[in-house]
């Protein structure tokens, strides 16, 4: 009985030494299992995020939602096999209209929002172009139901999350994976992190683990958070 106590406090005392770092594939799994799964990625960007998914879970349904034409023609190599799936060539956000949009020479920096100078040596703007808006509710009608949902839309993640109020109302999505900004990232974006937090607790959705933590100075420039509606 001695020796199970003292393991047990070795046990918890590594646990506790080794827990400043989220295992994301294992958290996943976790929580996805090992059945097939439906994936929406917003900004798929090059598709490395995708690719990861691919790796790891069984993919029965795909939707990437890229707005630089080029890199969403090069997605379709990537969606080859996937039962069902669909690359939509827009952004989303909480209103159909059309917007302005930054290409960087990084294509994961491109925005609707200019960045600020934290580093102006890899932030350089090639062209702005205009790209269609559309709203995640009036494309997700028929109450799908979506096991992990990826949005990373470099400071338009809030106002895409509004967009999806109706499907977020009904649980349709059981995982999402939202890139929170903070300040010293964008210019010009007028949310929080806390908005989106208290937004989706709103829905039940809770903050249940972080990846993926970037610093300038010791100051936080953005995060990956992982929300699930234990409902």
Do not use: W
């Not at 795909?62 to 190599?77: D, M, R, T």
């Amino acid at each position: 009985m001695k020796f199970l106590k003292y393991y047990q406090k070795i046990d918890d005392a590594i646990s506790y030494l080794l827990s400043s770092v989220s295992n994301e594939k294992k958290l996943l799994k976790d929580i996805l299992g090992k059945k097939e799964i439906t994936y929406v990625d917003i900004g798929t960007n090059v598709g490395n995020y995708l690719d990861f998914v691919k790796k790891n879970f069984k993919i029965k349904q795909v939707y990437c939602f890229e707005p630089i034409e080029s890199l969403a023609k090069e997605l379709e190599e990537k969606i080859l096999g996937i039962k069902k799936s669909k690359i939509f060539n827009y952004a989303l956000s909480n209103k159909n209209s059309n917007k302005k949009f930054y290409l960087y020479d990084i294509p994961s920096q491109s925005s609707f929002y200019k960045q600020n100078d934290t580093y102006t040596t890899v932030q350089k703007i090639k062209k702005k172009i205009n790209v269609k808006i559309n709203v995640f509710d009036k494309i997700f009608t028929k109450n799908l139901k979506i096991d992990f949902c990826k949005i990373d839309a470099e400071g338009e993640d809030y106002n895409i999350l509004r967009g999806m109020e109706k499907n977020l109302k009904k649980r349709n999505i059981k995982l999402l994976k939202v890139e929170l900004c903070f300040p010293l990232m964008h210019k010009n974006v007028n949310c929080t992190y806390l908005d989106i937090l208290n937004y989706l607790k709103r829905f039940d959705y809770d903050l249940f683990s972080i990846t993926k933590i970037k610093y300038k100075n010791n100051e936080i420039l953005f995060m990956d958070a992982i929300f699930i509606n234990r409902r």
